[in-house]
RNA sequence: GGCUCAUGAAGUG
């Protein structure tokens, strides 16, 4: 019954294209009542798991499951059809069937959406839980609603929430993103007081924000702050200070932090080597990039597209067609299609 | 009890 949860799941996840149509219709009889009343494809892969055991009526998790594979799709309007089916077979929807929407409205930046569907949800006798709140503060904040985000967040002590660190670190973006230190303290006083400690994704997407600006002092500072509040940095944070070497111009700081991770037990990756040679390439020391993308694959770490794809923007930008080509010829030669 | 929903990294078409 749940392998029949873990099947709809999958076919999400691969998003499968919806010739679904054709399928619902040829589907025998014992279809599940949803299939009559959503007149529109459901993804292919769902459609064939419901077909699997005539006898088996969908459980709340299987709508759920479903829902979101729609959700992932952007089809809102599908999901929420989906959702009156459910209602209509006697199953209510639950806190998670109210997530899953309020998510999908997230993704397509639509606040308003998004808090309309949470009142529909306690309008339903449903409490909004943490998750909730995680959601639709991050999306508040990807609207630029800083105030109106604080306000929501504000308000979870009155519901019986505590904010948690998806909460915070939601908010702890918004500051991190309009480089304002002050807010990022802020809301990391505020998580001390609450109890609730700052995590590797908090450092981690504060660190973003000062190396995308370029502000890689910053972000070391803050790398530094973390390592003295006990929190190892992983990969992607080691990741993100080499970013923000590169985006300041300086590309062999950048390379050295491959080696200073290594120490600390963490060896680089295929998107950290990548960001490193992206650096020498904008500083056209496409020899360099080059040693460097021989020590990575020394390292057994392999190029992908995107690293052959810098390479040859590379050799573009230092009017270096010739040696370009040959990159591109690569690129095709390890099985990667240009662009 | 388990199975469904939330947060950070690469040149960024």
């Not at 691969?14 to 040829?26: D, I, T």
């Not at 519901?159 to 304002?180: C, D, H, M, Q």
């Amino acid at each position: 019954a749940s392998t029949y949860n873990i099947l709809c799941k999958g076919y999400g996840v691969a998003r499968k294209p919806q010739e679904a149509q054709r399928v619902l219709e040829a589907m025998a009889k014992g279809r599940p009542p949803w299939l009559a009343t959503t007149g529109s494809a459901a993804p292919e892969g769902a459609a064939v798991a419901f077909r699997a055991s005539p006898g088996l009526r969908p459980t709340l998790r299987t709508y759920n499951t479903v829902i979101n594979s729609w959700c992932e799709e952007g089809g809102i309007h599908e999901a929420r059809k989906l959702m009156a089916a459910m209602r209509a077979a006697g199953v209510s929807p639950d806190e998670v069937t109210f997530n899953t929407l309020i998510k999908a409205y997230a993704k397509l930046g639509q606040p308003d959406n998004a808090e309309r569907l949470v009142r529909e949800m306690e309008n339903a006798y449903l409490r909004p839980n943490e998750r909730t709140f995680a959601i639709l503060t991050s999306c508040l904040v990807e609207a630029g609603q800083m105030d109106r985000a604080r306000e929501i967040v504000a308000h979870m002590g009155a519901r019986g929430l505590r904010p948690n660190s998806y909460v915070f670190n939601a908010l702890i973006k918004g500051y991190a993103r309009a480089l304002s230190p002050d807010g990022v303290n802020e809301v990391l006083d505020a998580m001390a007081a609450a109890g609730v400690p700052a995590d590797v994704t908090t450092y981690g997407l504060i660190m973003d924000a000062w190396s995308s600006a370029g502000r890689v002092g910053d972000a070391r500072d803050t790398i530094e702050r973390m390592r003295g509040a006990g929190v190892a940095p992983d990969l992607q944070a080691w990741s993100v200070l080499a970013k923000g070497y590169v985006r300041a111009g300086r590309p062999a700081e950048a390379e050295k932090v491959l080696a200073e991770m290594e120490a600390a037990g963490v060896p680089p990756n295929i998107v950290t080597f990548t960001t490193v040679i992206s650096g020498w390439c904008s500083a056209g020391r496409m020899e360099d990039a080059e040693r460097l993308l021989t020590t990575m694959v020394d390292r057994a770490v392999e190029p992908n597209s995107l690293t052959h794809k810098t390479l040859v923007w590379g050799y573009a930008e230092a009017q270096m067609p010739r040696q370009a080509e040959e990159r591109l010829q690569a690129m095709e030669n390890a099985g990667f299609r240009p662009e």
